[in-house]
């Protein structure tokens, strides 16, 4: 573990390294305060663990005394290993090697955090290894065949059966959709996974009225098939929460602050 200090909006951070399952490091920021909690926060699709909203909601959670942890899927940011689309069981993956981090230093996750892609994540990982109490999912897709088209093309599939793989430029980088990484996301299957989901396990799901990336109507399927959940319409917010940041903030930190409080 690599626990080199830095300094970043004024607070002390440690920066550590987490090997996952395929021992590729995953590399995050600990915002310390000396709790035995730490809530575990996961960035989206093509972001990383110092996007926004990541950063905001750390320093938000530090200020109440628990510490967070915000850290990059491996294959992005600093953390090493390919950048593949879809993988999302692979991030669901990754986020148990760092809750067994943290349980292996005597240390408790009572909340995970996503955003967009990351909503998705925390949520597959409730479904699949039931170790989690409370999982707050801001802006996930409720339909993963949806989206693909907008992002690739609507003739995505021809060209993969075509040559199994294409390249797609975004912005100043090119990434690689495998035909096997296209398969996986259209194979992710929420209902299914939601329905998994423990009964006692406490999910708030937070979403834009304004969300020009995944429409507001995902959150409120998500609402019809988690047993335990608390819906948030942000009105006029966007995908980014981009004038909406400290709404959004106080609504994480008031969920946040009720279970840790319970769990105490």
Same mark, same amino acid.
């Given at each position: ?32 305060? *000396? ?8 960035? *989206? ?106 992002? @690739? ?10 040559? *199994? ?82 709404? @959004? ?16």
């Amino acid at each position: 573990m690599d626990s080199s200090q830095g300094t970043s909006a004024g607070a002390e951070q440690q920066r550590i390294e987490i090997p996952n399952s395929r021992n590729e490091k995953l590399v995050g920021l600990l915002h310390e305060t *000396g709790s035995t909690e730490v809530v575990v926060l996961c960035h *989206g699709f093509r972001s990383n663990k110092n996007d926004t909203i990541m950063t905001s909601v750390a320093a938000a959670i530090e200020k109440k005394g628990i510490t967070a942890f915000r850290f990059d899927f491996s294959g992005n940011g600093e953390s090493e290993g390919s950048f593949y689309y879809g993988n999302y069981n692979h991030e669901a993956d990754d986020l148990r090697s760092v809750i067994q981090h943290f349980s292996d230093m005597n240390r408790v996750v009572p909340v995970i955090l996503g955003h967009s892609k990351g909503g998705d994540v925390v949520l597959l990982y409730a479904s699949k290894y039931h170790n989690i109490s409370n999982v707050i999912n801001l802006s996930g897709r409720y339909d993963l065949k949806k989206g693909i088209g907008e992002r @690739l093309g609507e003739d995505f599939l021809e060209r993969i059966n075509q040559q *199994g793989f294409f390249d797609v430029n975004v912005g100043r980088s090119v990434y690689r959709f495998t035909e096997e990484s296209i398969m996986e996301r259209l194979n992710t299957d929420m209902h299914e996974a939601c329905l998994k989901i423990d009964k006692d396990c406490r999910v708030l799901t937070v979403h834009g009225s304004e969300d020009e990336i995944i429409p507001v109507e995902d959150a409120r399927e998500f609402a019809k098939i988690i047993a335990n959940h608390k819906l948030e319409i942000m009105e006029g917010a966007d995908h980014w929460y981009t004038k909406h940041q400290s709404q @959004l903030v106080s609504t994480v930190i008031e969920f946040i602050k009720s279970v840790t409080v319970k769990n105490n």
